[in-house]
């Protein structure tokens, strides 16, 4: 049978060594006699022998040495800030994880979700997933920042990548699409997107993203045309439209990148509320429309599918859940044959588990693998991106190899969270 996670590593305890021999037994099908043998009472009762002993945030702040952002960030963002949270046991194991700052997500996971957390154990997920939406009215960035630090310390403690906690992956790598093309501070769209394209081929990339909305559709479509001319016919693209377009101009633009060959165009009309006339403008859109990165649970994604809203839906597990969300909602497009490409703009523990996720999803169809989910990795500058983790992502030839390291597969360098922690 094969096993994905490290040999090499030793096992953190005689209970974790149990608990793997007995999920690669029943995962043979040959089942012990007795329960008993492969756990003792105190595991059977549900009684913790891991326990959480505090909860931690950091809320991360980073200068830029250029403003950038969206079609509708004005002024543009001249900052950079991320939170995250850390999970500490009695055993020394600890967890992490990653949202966006915003909603009051902070002041939800310390006020609310912590005191519900010490003293559990991290190993019941179930129940605990369940105490995290009981009783903060849904809050999904704090629920995901949580529920991915808690699946790190899972893997840990069992010494198993994310991946096999939730059934095991489906491939050993991921193909990346990178976000390559900002509206930056100083620079002219029409030299700056053709510039950094070419770069991202120079690289090696065989997909990108570029921001659209902030100018016309007629100057935009000449850029747009141009990223085309310099990447040639065989490279993806895509184009984000943020929230910048009405009805109208998001069709025609739609027409205009129909006609370069781009892969889809996300969220060209705003999100709120409750992404309202997506599913008209689904039907007049001559590309695939995208969208979901602010969906904050299973239940808002409900809709937008039912609706048949988007072509492609975008769950982002930072911003509506975590893990488990996503794969719930990835399983609910699948079954309206709507295609699941999950958001992720963040720093390396939030890419370190939406790699750990897109390991797990299914092709959307029966075919060969042509349309395979894709790893969203900006480009901008990021301070926790490229040093966060004390070991980069291996990548080669557009595609991000899965990490097999025990939880998210990653080391967080707690000196850079202290440096940049305000």
Known sequence: MKQNYDPSLPLQNSRRDLLRIGAGVLAGGLVPYSLADAFDAEDLAGQPRLKITSVKTYLLRHRLK????????????????????KLETDEGLVGWGETAP??????????DLAPRLIGQNPLEYRRLWRELWGANFGNGLAVGAVETAINDLRGKALNLPVAELFGGRMRERVPVYVSAMD???????EEYYPEAAAKMVELGHQAMKMRVGRYSVAREAKVAAAVRDVVGPDIQLMADGNGAYTMGSAIRMGHELHELGFEFLEEPLP???????YD??????PLPLAGGEALDSRAAAKQLIDRRAVDIIQPDLSLCGGLGEVLFIAEMAKLSSIRCIPHCWGGDILIAATIQLLSLLHEPHWGLPTDTPQLELDQSENPWRDGLATERFEMRDGFITVPTKPGLGIEVDEEVVRRYAV
């Not at 915003?102 to 006020?111: K, L």
């Not at 999100?271 to 006339?277: V, W």
């Not at 008209?280 to 859109?285: F, N, P, T, V």
Request: charge should be positive; proline fraction near 6%; hydrophobic fraction near 35%.
């Open 102 to 111: 915003i909603s009051g997500a902070r002041g939800t996971i310390e006020d």
């Open 271 to 277: 999100q709120s509320p409750k992404y309202a006339g």
């Open 183 to 189: 509206y930056t501070e100083g620079l002219e769209i």
């Open 280 to 285: 008209e403008l689904r039907r007049k859109m």
């Open 66 to 85: 250029r403003a950038f952002g969206a079609s509708v960030s004005v002024p543009l963002p001249k900052t950079r800030d991320a939170l995250l949270v």
